[in-house]
């Protein structure tokens, strides 16, 4: 099993058990907040599923079908969990209109709270361990889950604070005013991640940080070479495509060109992680005299 699909597989198991926390603290107190918090981790559950499904394909190596490999695959599975939070944050917001027309306090507080928090604790954790996982993988999908999970504390902490504020003062509409808050702040965080992984859809260039890395290490190892234009950048999971044409004399020969090139996709890849390049070189007539002007 890779790292990858290991990490998927723990986010299944930490989904379930969490799941299984909040449906007690809900089952013990009866508050609509608590369980407006368990149905966000149904979704979670759902989720963690679609990206285990999703780091399983991506891993698959290109085939005479995907000759580009399966890596795109993690982009649908972000997409999925970006619906999938907006869906569970409409959910909430139901409830919580439920409970401002039908205020009730909340039975056995303090065990339901701390069932609850014990639940957020792991979650929270987990959180962290995607993150960092995620973003040494390059995995939109781990990445997606950690967001996910980060806006399911966030969630579950408005909650708990909601319903300690209810049992302490006695106004029982907190308890869905707080909940429709962090239902808000889960629309919002859905729809970031939807905006990112439609992005990698679509083919959008890399960040403009990486774009200026990218061209200064082909600047710097082009030496014999007269210029590169058309530079074409973007990424599908942890793969990063990069192409460009590279002007060279036109009395080059081949070999030699072809060595230029060599240097740079040597350069590029130390420098870019799962950079995939391709170079078209082309005789000096056809020079742009803009682009990247080769030092
Ligand atoms: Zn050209
Ligand atoms: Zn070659």
Request: include cysteine; proline fraction near 4%.
């Amino acid at each position: 099993m890779s790292r990858a699909v290991r990490t998927a597989v723990g986010s299944v198991a930490i989904a379930c058990a969490v799941l299984a926390l909040k449906l007690g603290a809900w089952a013990l107190t009866g508050s609509v907040a608590l369980l407006a918090d368990a149905v966000e981790s149904v979704v979670n559950v759902a989720a963690a599923a679609a990206a285990l499904a999703a780091v399983r394909y991506a891993a698959i190596p290109p085939d005479a079908n995907h000759p580009y490999g399966h890596t795109k695959v993690e982009y649908f599975s972000a997409v999925l969990e970006g619906a999938l939070i907006v869906l569970a944050a409409i959910v909430i917001l139901q409830e919580a209109w439920g409970a401002v027309l039908t205020p009730r306090a909340p039975d056995q507080p303090a065990a339901g709270l701390l069932i609850s928090a014990v639940a957020t604790a792991i979650n929270g954790a987990w959180a962290a361990v995607l993150f960092r996982r995620g973003r040494a993988a390059k995995s939109p999908a781990l990445l997606a889950d950690a967001r996910h999970l980060i806006a399911d504390v966030i969630t579950s902490a408005g909650v708990l604070v909601g319903v300690a504020l209810v049992v302490l003062t006695g106004i029982l509409w907190l308890d869905p005013l707080l909940a429709a808050l962090t239902a808000l702040n889960i629309l919002w965080s859905g729809w970031r991640l939807v905006r990112e992984s439609v992005g990698g859809l679509m083919d959008e260039a890399v960040e403009p940080d990486l774009l200026a890395r990218i061209r200064s290490a082909v600047s710097v190892n082009a030496e014999g070479a007269i210029e590169a234009h058309d530079l074409r950048t973007r990424h599908a999971g942890r793969l990063t495509f990069i192409e460009f044409h590279l002007v060279v004399p036109g009395a080059m020969r081949v070999a030699d060109a072809h060595e230029i090139c060599d240097r740079i996709e040597a350069a590029l890849k130390a420098e870019v992680d799962g950079a995939v390049i391709t170079i078209h070189v082309e005789p000096e007539g056809k020079a742009k005299h803009q682009g990247i002007l080769v030092l």
